[in-house]
């Protein structure tokens, strides 16, 4: 597969009818591992990284899970390619950066991706939309162990996978889930959830993961530490803060409503004004209105079937999706003038809300 | 105590033993009075041992210069990158990592996921050579029916076996 046939083609993230989830946008996991004999890539020199590149990248592309994929090293994909692929959550934006000797190895639904000398040799993971952390373990699982039947792991069995960094010692797992949060937002509990979630060994961050804000209600959560318990318990404790925070989500909307429904009808209501008449609108503003139209689909104001629609909308206002669907390069500036009309054509289409009979 | 202990920082006899229990789990040092002055022990408002290990053992001065022997990876290129060098530093860089992971990580061991088949992999090699073995010695000491049965169980073993890591 080509890099524009994949750009091009239904991916897990952008094709998400199948998602029944009021909060849990997608779920992920990503494992790291390294190979034995070879210095990690941030000390290895250029031929080093080459070398190991082409043992894994032939490694990764020969399992049946990665046919038909694409496998392609870094440096022959250009800017806008790069950040859509960031924008798709299907690779990081550390992994942009690498001038030499690093690659991508991505599936066909693109829901299974493997970079190749970013911090770590090997980063696999494994996402899905929704919260399904068993089924995105066991696939996850699978994969690496079948990996590792060609590539010898560097493993201690005292400090487990070992790699670059001492922070993703042990499992070299990271599990996380995407969340909508709208109405801990509007309620201004978020910054408690932080605190709390922080205490319980979670880490929150945004959109994009670290650094990143958190336009449009949506925050990534998962696990902080890696070494001292196994994958199973570290999943079945992220679980369990996750279903407390999906509680806690309902509640505030149920909340919301019975306080004060007209302060959230008329921000629902006027996002639908704004995206269907609007001519300028950055991605941030973009996102915080798609959010509350999603509330909106979650609270009955809009039928369900346009959530497929909203979900996608999060990943295709994004700058790079902006330009690409555009064909070229644009500034700041222009790409507002594009994403609103993309948008107001979508919205145009788009039955006007219904307020007479909210469920929460 | 026949010897003395000495300074966890210097090599001057200690006097100033101290324990504290930072995230439920015991630490001791033992210092000299200088190096207790100079890292202010002796003033408890603000004191934490878990700062004094980070610190001690993230500072090159007191334990010299840990260098990994298969990349050539220091501690000073640590404390600069925050990574290691490859996967032999950790049996080199073992003493002043600990007290970092258990600030780090939820304990300080894994109990997690094993690579199964890589250690198969070793089970299976090592009957594979065995049977090689005792099939040359059969040849050679012309005790056919066991050389025989030791190239069925070589063949069948092979097939079990599956590909060959690339």
């Known amino acids: 597969m080509k890099i524009n046939e994949l750009i091009d083609s239904h991916s897990e993230l952008t094709d998400t009818s199948s998602n029944r989830s009021a909060v849990v946008l997608m779920t992920r996991i990503r494992l790291a591992r390294n190979l034995r004999k070879h210095p990690f890539p941030g000390w290895a020199k250029d031929a080093q990284k080459r070398e190991i590149r082409e043992q894994c990248m032939q490694a990764v592309a020969a399992l049946p899970q990665m046919k038909r994929g694409l496998a392609i090293p870094v440096e022959s994909l250009d800017e806008l390619q790069k950040q859509i692929l960031v924008e798709r959550h299907l690779i990081s934006r550390e992994l942009c950066h690498s001038k030499t000797g690093s690659g991508i190895i991505i599936n066909k639904d693109q829901s299974c991706v493997v970079m190749v000398n970013e911090e770590d040799h090997l980063r696999i993971q494994v996402l899905r939309v929704g919260f399904q952390f068993k089924k995105v373990w066991a696939t996850i699982n699978t994969l690496d162990s079948d990996l590792e039947e060609h590539l010898d792991y560097a493993f201690s069995p005292k400090l487990g996978y070992l790699s670059a960094c001492p922070t993703n010692l042990g499992t070299g797992m990271r599990a996380s889930a995407m969340m909508h949060l709208p109405a801990l937002v509007i309620s201004a509990q978020m910054e408690k959830v932080v605190r709390a979630v922080g205490q319980l060994g979670m880490v929150v961050r945004g959109l994009f993961g670290e650094g990143s804000d958190a336009s449009g209600s949506i925050f990534q959560i998962s696990n902080q530490t890696t070494l001292g318990e196994s994958e199973e318990q570290i999943i079945k404790h992220l679980h369990g803060v996750l279903t407390t925070i999906v509680d806690q989500e309902l509640n505030a909307r149920a909340k919301l409503l019975e306080t004060d429904p007209k302060k959230i009808y008329d921000k629902i209501g006027r996002a639908y004004g704004i995206l269907q008449n609007g001519y300028l609108l950055n991605s941030g503003e973009a996102m915080n209105l798609l959010s509350l139209i999603r509330l909106g689909i979650d609270l009955g104001v809009y039928a369900d079937t346009q959530r497929g629609l909203i979900d996608r909308l999060f990943i295709e206002c994004q700058p790079g999706h902006v330009q690409h669907a555009a064909k070229g390069a644009f500034e700041p500036g222009q790409r507002d003038v594009l994403r609103a009309e993309r948008l107001r054509t979508e919205f145009a289409k788009m039955p006007p809300p219904d307020f007479s009979n909210t469920t929460n | ?166």
């Open chain 2, 1 to 166: 105590m026949a010897n003395p202990l000495k300074c966890d920082l210097c090599v001057q006899p200690a006097t100033v033993h101290l324990t504290q229990i930072v995230n439920n789990k015991i630490h001791k040092v033992d210092l000299c009075e200088a190096c207790a002055q100079a890292k202010g022990v002796t003033d408890p408002s603000g004191f934490s041992l878990a700062d004094l290990l980070l610190k001690s053992s993230l500072n090159p001065e007191p334990t010299g210069d840990i260098r990994c022997e298969s990349c050539g990876f220091t501690q000073q290129d640590f404390k600069k990158t925050g990574r290691f060098g490859c996967p032999s530093c950790y049996n080199f860089f073992g003493s002043f990592l600990e007290p970092m992971l258990d600030t780090m990580h939820n304990g300080i061991a894994h109990t997690g996921k094993i690579p199964q088949r890589a250690q198969e992999r070793k089970t299976i090699d090592e009957r594979l050579n065995q049977l090689e073995t005792d099939l040359n010695l059969a040849i050679k000491a012309e005790r056919y029916e066991d050389a025989a049965r030791f190239r069925d169980e070589l063949s069948q073993a092979r097939q079990t076996a599956g590909p060959k890591p690339l």
